[in-house]
T-cell receptor, first 113, second 113 residues
Framework: KQEVTQIPAALSVPEGENLVLNCSFTDSAIYNLQWFRQDPGKGLTSLLLIQSSQREQTSGRLNASLDKSSGRSTLYIAASQPGDSATYLCAVTLGGGADGLTFGKGTHLIIQP | DAGITQSPRYKITETGRQVTLMCHQTWSHSYMFWYRQDLGHGLRLIYYSAAADITDKGEVPDGYVVSRSKTENFPLTLESATRSQTSVYFC????????????FGPGTRLTVL
């Protein structure tokens, strides 16, 4: 059974710092990996999707990398801002059909002004 | 572009009652999913559907029933609600050729007393 782990569970940093969130998965035969952001009491917003054949994806100040062989992904946030405060979730899927996502428990991020 | 809507957003019910959570998407995505989010467990897949009239169980299907008579709707029914079904429920959808990128609704917070 696929398991997804996110470290750290919580992180608090001053505004302006660059930071890295980690995600690991036990079954390397993934189809893709998706990073989400969740604000308190809200739904999930898709940030980045990395296909299994890709090494990284970038969107603005966000960069996600994928190393399938080691079962790891990182989400890099550059020049953090208070508006980046949220819970960040990593999720993987094994297939390209109707397979659902397997989620990590998230990293709760606080950016201090 | 309304995307995915869920109703109700909040629901309080009693043990043993039947409850139906609604999910509607305006994209005509063929794939739809139901997840529940609980502290300590993260998000877990309940049921999914590849198309109208095609549904299948996810990781935690017990106590739930789904139907999909129309592509845009995917209701989730708790036949006899239990306290352990107190949770936040999220509906999601994806296109067939989008590398399984999923888009989520705002969620329904259900409390079973």
């Amino acid at each position: 059974k696929q398991e997804v782990t996110q470290i750290p569970a919580a992180l608090s940093v001053p505004e302006g710092e660059n930071l890295v969130l980690n995600c690991s998965f036990t079954d390397s035969a993934i189809y893709n990996l998706q990073w989400f952001r969740q604000d308190p009491g809200k739904g999930l917003t898709s940030l980045l999707l990395i296909q299994s054949s890709q090494r990284e994806q970038t969107s603005g100040r966000l960069n996600a990398s994928l190393d399938k062989s080691s079962g790891r992904s990182t989400l890099y946030i550059a020049a953090s801002q208070p508006g980046d405060s949220a819970t960040y979730l990593c999720a993987v899927t094994l297939g390209g059909g109707a397979d659902g996502l397997t989620f990590g428990k998230g990293t709760h991020l606080i950016i201090q002004p | 572009d309304a995307g995915i809507t869920q109703s109700p957003r909040y629901k309080i019910t009693e043990t043993g009652r039947q409850v139906t959570l609604m999910c509607h998407q305006t994209w005509s995505h063929s794939y739809m999913f139901w997840y529940r989010q609980d502290l300590g467990h993260g998000l877990r897949l309940i049921y999914y559907s590849a198309a109208a009239d095609i549904t299948d169980k996810g990781e935690v299907p017990d106590g739930y029933v789904v139907s999909r008579s129309k592509t845009e709707n995917f209701p989730l029914t708790l036949e006899s609600a239990t306290r352990s079904q107190t949770s936040v429920y999220f509906c999601a959808s994806r296109r067939p050729s989008s590398y399984n990128e999923q888009f989520f609704g705002p969620g329904t917070r259900l409390t079973v007393l």
